[in-house]
């Protein structure tokens, strides 16, 4: 989580006056929930900023965070930021879908909209980091799922779908395929040298027989292995 480091204000400031042109911040958001302190790094030069919400309720949101009270904290740092943000700062919620959220991806759209949101990225699970297979939601019920909310709430939320080959939610493919754009993207990890992202990740993905023929190989890795 950046913002508990303690020169968290100072890196983005630093980056800007370097010459970064745009600094992306992913959170849990519970930090922003102070107003002084969300002012402060929203007027830090930042550009972009993204905070995780997992579900709609305390319960479920709080099955991923394990952290009683986190909700509110998130939700309360959603509410400052769409309230202080200056309308160069670009904001997003981000969500992990996972076994315990699936099922309620309709109405998490529906809360985030009633916050004043209006662009949602729904990530699904890649074998990096911690997470492992048993967090992942059964795939073809959380497609189908999520391509009804999306297709029903598209005239409130911009949808992007990461993590997931374009032929899982046929007719969604341009929200699917903002996923490509990891193919521009180095990225520079603390325990590995700078590599390009969709190169990393496509290490910890395999094609299957109905890749072969597939329009979209190009950009595709085939699906994500968890063994």
Do not use: W
Not at 112 to 123: D, H, P, T
């Amino acid at each position: 989580e950046p913002t508990i480091h303690p020169d968290f204000i100072r890196i983005i400031s630093t980056a800007r006056a370097m010459g970064y042109t745009r600094v992306s911040v992913s959170s849990n958001g519970r930090s922003m929930a102070r107003r002084d302190f969300a002012a402060r790094v929203l007027l830090s030069g930042v550009t972009d900023f993204l905070i995780t919400l997992y579900g709609h309720t305390a319960e479920i949101h709080e099955l991923t965070t394990m952290v009683p009270g986190s909700f509110d904290e998130t939700v309360a740092g959603i509410k400052n930021v769409l309230r202080l943000k200056p309308d160069r700062v670009q904001f997003a919620v981000n969500t992990v879908v996972t076994k315990h959220n699936y099922k309620y991806m309709d109405e998490l759209i529906d809360f985030a909209a009633s916050m004043g949101v209006a662009k949602i990225n729904f990530q699904f699970p890649t074998p990096f980091g911690r997470a492992k297979e048993s967090h992942c939601p059964p795939i073809e019920d959380a497609c189908a799922r999520l391509t009804e909310a999306v297709t029903s709430n598209s005239s409130k939320m911009l949808a992007h779908i990461v993590n997931l080959p374009p032929c899982r939610m046929p007719g969604q493919e341009d929200a699917v395929l903002a996923d490509a754009g990891k193919f521009s993207r180095h990225m520079a990890f603390v325990d590995a040298p700078p590599m390009n992202l969709a190169e990393y990740l496509a290490k910890k993905r395999t094609r299957k027989t109905e890749c072969g023929g597939c329009a979209y190989r190009i950009v595709c890795a085939g699906f994500y292995e968890f063994a």
